[in-house]
């Protein structure tokens, strides 16, 4: 078990490589619309089942440009959320109910024991790092109360592979080889031109279940985001059809915590308590 240090650290530096990414805007836009949004309104329903009643304190750690937060704070939550892209600091400060503020997932700039709830939803899947993750968990530990709730996103080891061949990017030889490593050991490196995405780490299910273990959290469950439907071809145009759509959650609730379908989804939540 890890055992946190009492106090923030000193907030590190980001990446340039994902910064710039970032700082492109596209990230506000992504889960919005399209076959993409099936990431946000998973995320929605596995959330409001693990969430308390609100208004519970939450912590959005990586927030991004608030796409979460959002309809957090429209539930009655009281929502902080803290990213270390500037623009997105921009875009989610402008939100009603959500306050945004410059930060780093491994040096939170907030006293011990001040949330209800702590989401990781985008940080460790680009800590490539494993200390780095570690520092990231600690942070949450820290922040989190007694009896709080932490809930982490990752990415899936063979999400670029599965990606690619849906996308048909696995045939081009120039993407092929980082695919493929990617897959063996989980670091995605985009260095040079004809990027997939920008430096991130694919965790594997049982992997981010021991890490939140060590970190001294109380497994809580495991739920695949986007299950195989993500696969499918038709699935943006199934979301805009209020009655299949709302038959595509509940077929996606069915699998979502079965341990052999896990690794199938493209995004993978990982919730535990703090004792």
Same mark, same amino acid.
């Given at each position: 078990m890890?055992? /946190?240090?009492?106090?923030? !650290?000193?907030?590190?530096?980001?990446?340039?490589?994902?910064?710039?990414?970032y700082?492109?805007?596209k990230?506000d836009?992504r889960?919005?619309?399209? !076959?993409r949004r099936?990431?946000?309104?998973?995320?929605?329903d596995v959330?409001?089942?693990?969430?308390?009643?609100?208004?519970?304190?939450?912590?959005?750690?990586?927030?991004?440009?608030?796409?979460?937060?959002?309809?957090?704070?429209? #539930?009655?939550?009281?929502?902080?959320?803290?990213?270390?892209? /500037?623009?997105?600091?921009?875009?989610?400060?402008?939100?009603p109910?959500?306050?945004a503020r410059?930060?780093?997932?491994?040096?939170?700039?907030?006293?011990?024991?001040?949330?209800?709830?702590?989401?990781?939803l985008?940080?460790?899947?680009?800590?490539a790092?494993a200390?780095?993750r570690?520092?990231?968990?600690?942070?949450?530990?820290?922040?989190?109360r007694?009896?709080?709730l932490?809930v982490?996103a990752t990415?899936?080891?063979?999400a670029g592979?599965?990606?690619?061949?849906?996308?048909?990017?696995y045939f #081009?030889?120039?993407?092929? %080889?980082?695919?493929?490593?990617?897959? !063996?050991?989980g670091r995605?490196?985009n260095?040079?031109?004809?990027a997939l995405?920008?430096?991130?780490?694919?965790?594997?299910?049982?992997?981010?279940?021991r890490?939140l273990?060590?970190?001294?959290?109380?497994?809580?469950?495991?739920?695949?985001?986007?299950?195989?439907a993500?696969?499918m071809?038709?699935?943006g145009?199934?979301?805009?059809d209020a009655a299949?759509?709302?038959?595509?959650?509940?077929?996606l609730?069915l699998?979502?915590?079965e341990p %052999?379908?896990?690794?199938? %989804?493209g995004?993978?939540?990982?919730?535990?308590?703090?004792p």
């Amino acid at each position: 078990m890890t055992h /946190p240090a009492q106090g923030p !650290r000193t907030a590190p530096a980001l990446a340039e490589e994902i910064l710039a990414y970032y700082q492109q805007g596209k990230e506000d836009g992504r889960l919005r619309a399209g !076959r993409r949004r099936l990431e946000l309104l998973r995320t929605q329903d596995v959330l409001r089942r693990l969430l308390p009643s609100a208004p519970a304190k939450i912590l959005d750690v990586g927030g991004g440009s608030g796409v979460h937060a959002e309809w957090l704070a429209r #539930d009655g939550h009281v929502v902080d959320l803290v990213d270390p892209v /500037p623009l997105h600091i921009e875009q989610a400060g402008r939100l009603p109910g959500v306050r945004a503020r410059l930060g780093d997932a491994r040096a939170l700039p907030f006293a011990d024991d001040s949330f209800d709830v702590v989401l990781l939803l985008g940080p460790l899947y680009h800590l490539a790092e494993a200390d780095d993750r570690t520092h990231a968990l600690a942070e949450a530990y820290r922040v989190l109360r007694s009896g709080g709730l932490l809930v982490t996103a990752t990415i899936n080891r063979f999400a670029g592979l599965h990606d690619a061949l849906n996308r048909e990017r696995y045939f #081009d030889p120039s993407r092929r %080889s980082r695919i493929e490593a990617a897959a !063996r050991d989980g670091r995605l490196c985009n260095e040079g031109g004809n990027a997939l995405f920008t430096t991130a780490y694919f965790h594997q299910p049982p992997e981010i279940a021991r890490d939140l273990e060590r970190a001294g959290f109380t497994p809580v469950g495991q739920y695949g985001v986007e299950g195989a439907a993500w696969l499918m071809g038709e699935v943006g145009t199934w979301l805009e059809d209020a009655a299949r759509c709302e038959l595509l959650l509940g077929a996606l609730r069915l699998t979502e915590s079965e341990p %052999s379908l896990l690794g199938v %989804s493209g995004h993978l939540l990982t919730a535990g308590g703090k004792p």
